[in-house]
Each structure stands twice: as structure tokens, then as C-alpha cells.
């Protein structure tokens, strides 16, 4: 399936040092699998979480340029690096009322749609930081049609750059992470990919593309061609991207 090639990626683990290995090849392979990251890979719900989050600051009288570096990680994580302990259940449940609210402009990002359909049911997953309910709101509000997997922050102990969020939605699909392709815009998210095994492919908008170490970067998922077959998921460029 994958190949390696002389490059190396230097990725800075959850609970390890940095390590590295060799760059593995996306474009002309088959995966098993394809395991998407949601916010700001299949969906554009940046300015609905910057508002949300901007009136959570407000509450509570916090300086909101702690989320230059928050996106990717689980809000549960967030909210507890911020309050004391004793107030962060009702701290936690004030950001998702917050946030599932705050979905009136979700948007799908050009090519997830067709990316997502084209690959069969037991071949792909959603794994995002999100709580369910937040995940669930902002996927109706973009139109998006969700696969049959939705890994959330409600499914695992240990949340992004942790790997256990992508294990977990590779192990649900029957597959090994070694042999899945995960899809992400985020350092954290790419992290934890790494460390489980999976095949990184970054798609450059949320962050710039300098500062996402992955396997292969991109602009936007309509530079790509999932075509299923019956030993996984091949991936190709298209020759003429979708706008």
C-alpha cells in the first residue's frame, strides 16, 4: 500500500519526544481506509466557533488569545487549562450551549462532499474534537451527509494529539491505523494521527501549510480523486480541480 521514500517528518508526540520517520506516499495509493478530521477539513465552521468562543471570553472576563493555538484540541481540554476546577463543569457546558447555538453560517468545504461519497460506507470516518451534540449540530447545519462512523470527544479518555481518537476510529471500521489515510488541517490532529500509525494528509487553510507536518499537503480536498476499489480507497490528482 504505502510506500516510503528518503524524506522524513518530524512530528512532536503527545507524551513523547519528538520523533521522525520516513515520508509515506498519498497520491497513487490504496488505503483501507479514510478517516477525516471535521472542522476546518470538511467543514467551515471557523467564524461560528471564533464567535462562540469570543462571547465565552466575555463571560467570564478572559483574554481570548489563547485560541491563536486551541484549534484542533477538545474543548473539554481548552475550558479545563482555563478555570479552576470547581467551576469547570458549568464553565464546559456554558461553551457548548455557546457553541451549538452558533452554526447559523457552517458552510462544506469545496470537494468533502464528493470526497465523502465516494468512498463506501465501511471505508471512511469522521474523528473530531467535538462533543456529540456539538459535532451532530454543526454537521445538520452544514448539509453534510455523515458517515455511518462519527468518532467524537464523548468516544475516547484521551482526545487530540493523543492518537487514541484516530485508533479508535480505525478499530471501529475493522481496520488497522497503519493502513488508513487520515485527513486533518490541524498540528494536534496531525499528531495524533501520527502516532497511531496513519498515513498523514494535511489540508493547508486553517493553518498555513509551513506549519502542518504531514505526508502530503494540500490546498483543498478538491485537488483530490477518491476512487473506491475493491482493495481500499485509491487516491489520485485531478487534473483539473474542482472550484
Not at 44 to 65: H, I, M, N, Q
Amino acid at each position: 500500500m504505502t510506500q516510503f521514500n528518503e524524506r522524513t517528518i518530524l512530528v512532536s508526540g503527545a507524551e513523547t519526544a519528538e520523533v521522525s520517520r520516513p515520508v509515506r506516499a498519498v497520491i497513487g495509493q490504496t488505503f483501507d481506509a479514510v478517516l477525516f478530521d471535521m472542522d476546518g477539513t470538511l467543514i467551515d465552521s471557523t467564524p461560528a466557533v471564533r464567535r462562540a468562543w469570543f462571547a465565552w471570553c466575555v463571560e467570564r472576563g478572559l483574554d481570548p488569545s489563547f485560541l491563536k493555538g486551541a484549534h484542533g484540541h477538545p474543548g473539554r481540554d481548552i475550558v479545563a487549562s482555563l478555570v479552576p476546577t470547581e467551576e469547570f463543569e458549568a464553565a464546559f457546558d456554558r461553551i457548548q450551549q455557546i457553541e451549538i447555538a452558533e452554526v447559523s453560517d457552517v458552510t462544506v468545504f469545496p470537494g468533502a462532499a464528493e470526497a465523502l461519497s465516494a468512498i463506501g460506507e465501511n471505508r471512511k470516518a469522521i474523528v473530531t474534537s467535538c462533543t456529540r451534540p456539538l459535532a451532530a449540530a454543526r454537521i445538520t447545519a452544514s448539509g453534510l451527509v455523515p458517515p455511518r462512523v462519527v468518532v467524537t470527544a464523548d468516544d475516547v479518555a484521551r482526545g487530540k494529539p493523543h492518537p487514541e481518537p484516530f485508533a479508535s476510529g480505525a478499530q471501529r471500521l475493522g481496520f488497522n491505523p497503519g493502513r488508513c489515510l487520515v485527513i486533518e488541517d490541524a498540528p494536534a490532529g496531525l499528531r495524533s494521527a501520527h502516532d497511531a500509525g496513519c498515513t498523514t494528509l494535511a489540508v493547508a487553510g486553517t493553518h498555513a501549510a509551513a506549519d502542518l507536518r504531514a505526508d502530503l499537503v494540500i490546498t483543498s480536498l478538491a485537488e483530490l480523486k477518491f476512487s473506491a476499489t475493491a482493495n481500499g480507497i485509491y487516491i489520485t490528482r485531478r487534473t483539473s480541480p474542482r472550484r
